[in-house]
């Protein structure tokens, strides 16, 4: 080991397998985290907690490590305790943003060493000098795939990145990104797990559980929905053309009738009005169509509502068709619709103009 | 379909080894069937050995064979949540239905089910008559086509498996899919654990979507002043430096004039020589030349690079629980069979004639109508409305494609 991990290294990269050993050697029961002695602690969870759900960044309190460190499995146990997806989701993300700051203020070395204490890439320090440009560390490909992925602007695309013998070459701003995604996946995966679904918080938390769910809720509220039905005008590109060719009487693959049907799902048509859209079809069969509709919108099955794909998956299997400057900004489908029915609303202030009637 | 393909696809399973079924890391794989004339695939089979698999072809003799891209820890599970996904080989398919090749105006039609209308070659998007895309194809393959697959998978291999991705000459095998193109599946440990979203990017990279030049180097540092990467560089970057190098090297005016202005053209047709040269330079220059912007270099660039990018049917690539055809197993609709390809001489493989089942005999059949076919040494067509004896492998071979009935 090239490099001390101090305390303080711990309290802001609780990814780090020294960290877990630390928080392992204290011997700290979870249920006992609630009592008096540790108060300072919960209260610094339950920020975090907070923190999260107003999207606040702050940064690693280094005047007291030893509860920051014990504080981020509190948090992460209480988060996990919540069951709820929502909260999961912001909290990884958040504590992802926050690993990300402080890794900017790293020297490369440090980066490096962080990366390979926190995950088991294989990551080299190479020194790679293009004109213009230097890239000092590779990455080997799947490891970069693992986190990438998540990402969707451009630069993040594999083929936009100096790939070569299996690896992916970087500068210190793109790997501390990628730490701090594969940090946030770590965390949402673990929620998946098997041990996970049984998890129940202990009794002597309850209460601020219960306090937790309460301010979550109030915020989950603003996250807004979409008005009831489709608004014609707002359709992205993709979905045009693909309602085009249904229009035109072409099978559709697999990929263009999911994206359609997610679509209209999550714009809040029924399932009778997307069958509708169905029935000019070659291949159309009305029993099969409405079981897989009702299965996309999350009425049978899974219980899961389906979202369309992302721009990226539609772009792959061609359907992507437009870049107007919605597109240039969208990274779903969703989203386009989202910003552009807000435009419509406020130019022509006739938000929610629905035109089930016109049909495609 | 005809009992007698049934058979023939029989007596020649029988004839096999265990050893020619074998498949790798086969009590991980989940095996599915298509029968004759069955439209529902059985599926979630599994198989210890080759010996057992062979037992069940023989007694079943499917009409297609398959076994999954994927491992699993439980292959025979019916719920796919069930079956505990291991990983999964990284396959390509290149099929020759996908590459316009001039051959196709010989043997491919379509015809619109709207209106009627009809013409030959590659299938238009949607009728040029009534604009409905209710388009019906009737395709064929030839040597040609096959050949433009095979160059395909030549590609994808020497162009970015091996040098981009790393992948050694061990790690992959090729397979004449047994009709229309060709299989890669590449099997080493850096793509096993690879999730949709990472195939994707796989895909993405080798059919050149979502590339941004601006992102490999090239810049406007002042008006006209472009700099930009070196021939010698890995990746895409390097790629696109050496595309762009190829391309105006060996362009007319015309083909540069369909990228460009004219005005652009004009003048990088003029200064050819200076500007290949100041690519070459240390470090390389992009500009110099008079309107000659980073757009431009946008246009050339997507000019260049339409040969080095991969026809591949993107889905297969991207799904990581595909079924794919067994090695040696028998197309149902060619007769012929699924082939592994040595790659160190796949320039000689003649899939027409290396991947002929049935070596023996003949047999008598009325043909409605095919294009002229090669299976094997031996030609027949075009014709139609025939009836005559000819070797066995052709004859199946049209029957399969349901070109003919035996007589
Ligand atoms: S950019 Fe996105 S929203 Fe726009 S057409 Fe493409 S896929 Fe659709
Ligand atoms: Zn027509
Ligand atoms: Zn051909």
Redesign the pocket.
């Known amino acids: 080991m090239s490099l001390m991990l101090t305390k303080e290294d711990l309290a802001k990269y609780p990814f780090l397998k020294q960290s877990a050993a630390y928080i392992e050697s204290m011997q700290l029961n979870l249920g006992d985290l609630a009592a008096e002695e540790y108060s300072g602690i919960l209260s610094k969870a339950l920020m975090r907690i907070r923190d999260s759900i107003d999207r606040k960044i702050r940064p690693v309190d280094l005047s007291d490590p030893e509860s920051e460190i014990i504080s981020y499995p509190l948090s992460l146990a209480l988060v996990y305790g919540s069951k709820s997806n929502w909260l999961l989701n912001r909290f990884a993300s958040i504590e992802a943003k926050r690993v990300e700051e402080e890794l900017r203020k790293e020297p490369g070395d440090r980066i490096l060493e962080i990366a390979k204490f926190g995950f088991s890439w294989e990551i080299e320090r190479v020194d790679l000098k293009l004109e213009y440009e230097e890239l000092p560390f590779s990455i080997p490909l799947q490891s970069y795939l693992e986190a990438a992925t998540n990402f969707n602007d451009a630069h993040w695309k594999l083929i936009n990145r100096y790939v070569k013998g299996g690896s992916v070459f970087l500068n210190s701003g793109s790997l501390a990104r990628l730490i701090s995604e594969g940090f946030k996946s770590k965390i949402i995966r673990r929620a998946s797990e098997r041990e996970m679904h049984n998890f129940r918080i202990p009794d002597t938390l309850a209460p601020h559980m219960d306090e937790i769910l309460r301010y979550a809720q109030e915020n989950m509220q603003f996250d807004e929905e979409l008005p009831q039905g489709l608004v014609s005008d707002a359709r992205?590109?993709?979905?045009v053309a693909i309602m085009e060719d249904v229009k035109a009487g072409k099978s559709l693959s697999h990929m263009a009738r999911f994206a359609l049907t997610t679509f209209m799902v999550n714009v809040g048509e029924s399932v009778d009005e997307v069958l509708k859209l169905f029935g000019n079809v070659a291949d159309f069969d009305e029993g099969k169509a409405r079981y897989q509709i009702e299965h996309i919108a999350g009425m049978i099955g899974s219980r899961t509502k389906y979202k369309p794909p992302k721009?990226d998956v539609?772009?792959s299997f061609g359907?992507?068709?437009?870049?107007d400057q919605?597109?240039k900004k969208?990274k779903?489908?969703l989203n386009?619709y989202r910003t552009k029915l807000k435009i419509l609303g406020g130019s022509g202030g006739q938000t929610g103009a629905r035109d089930r009637k016109k049909g495609v | 379909m005809h009992e007698i393909v049934r058979k023939e696809f029989s007596k020649y399973y029988s004839g096999l080894g265990a050893e020619d079924f074998q498949v790798p890391d086969m009590p991980h794989r989940e095996f599915a069937f298509l029968q004759f004339g069955g439209e529902v695939m059985i599926r979630h089979m599994k198989f210890l050995d080759p010996a057992s698999l062979k037992e069940y072809i023989v007694e079943n003799t499917p009409a297609h064979i398959y076994h999954s891209s994927a491992y699993y820890e439980t292959p025979e599970a019916t719920d796919m949540n069930e079956k505990g996904w291991l990983g999964a080989d990284l396959v390509f398919d290149v099929d020759s239905d996908h590459i316009r090749t001039e051959c196709k105006e010989r043997h491919d039609r379509w015809r619109c089910t709207e209106c009627g209308m009809e013409g030959a070659g590659f299938p238009p998007e949607s009728c040029p008559r009534c604009g409905m895309k209710k388009i019906d194809t009737r395709t064929w393959i030839c040597e040609d086509c096959l050949e433009a697959a095979k160059k395909e998978v030549i590609k994808i291999i020497d162009e970015y498996l091996v040098p981009d991705f790393g992948v050694s000459y061990s790690d992959f095998e090729v397979y004449f899919s047994g009709h229309r193109g060709y299989h890669i599946h590449v099997r080493s440990q850096t793509f096993r654990m690879l999730s949709g979203d990472g195939r994707r990017e796989i895909a993405d990279y080798v059919r050149g979507i979502g590339l941004d030049i601006k992102l490999h180097g090239f810049r406007e540092v002042k008006n006209e002043l472009l700099v930009g990467p070196d021939m010698k560089d890995g990746g895409w970057r390097g790629r696109v430096a050496r595309a762009i190098y190829e391309f105006v090297n060996r362009a007319s005016l015309e083909d540069l004039k369909k990228a460009v202005s004219p005005a652009v053209a004009k003048s990088l047709f003029e200064n050819k020589d200076k500007f290949l040269k100041n690519i070459e330079s240390d470090p390389p220059y992009w500009g110099g030349l008079k309107g000659y912007t980073l757009e431009s270099i946008e246009k050339i660039a997507s000019a260049s690079i339409k040969d080095l990018i991969c026809n591949i049917d993107e889905r297969v690539t991207i799904d990581s629980k595909r079924l794919i055809r067994c090695p040696n197993s028998l197309h149902g609709k060619s007769g012929l069979r699924t082939l592994r390809v040595d790659y160190s001489s796949i320039d000689d493989f003649d899939p027409l004639k290396e991947a002929v089942a049935f070596r023996h005999g003949s047999i008598r059949i009325y043909v409605k109508e095919a294009p002229r076919v090669r299976i094997g040494d031996e030609e027949l067509g075009p014709l139609k409305d025939k009836t005559l004896e000819v070797p066995l492998a052709l004859g199946l071979y049209l029957i399969c494609r349901g070109a003919a009935e035996p007589r």
């Open positions: 992205p590109p993709c979905i721009c539609l772009r359907l992507c068709v437009g870049m919605f597109c969208a779903h489908p386009y």
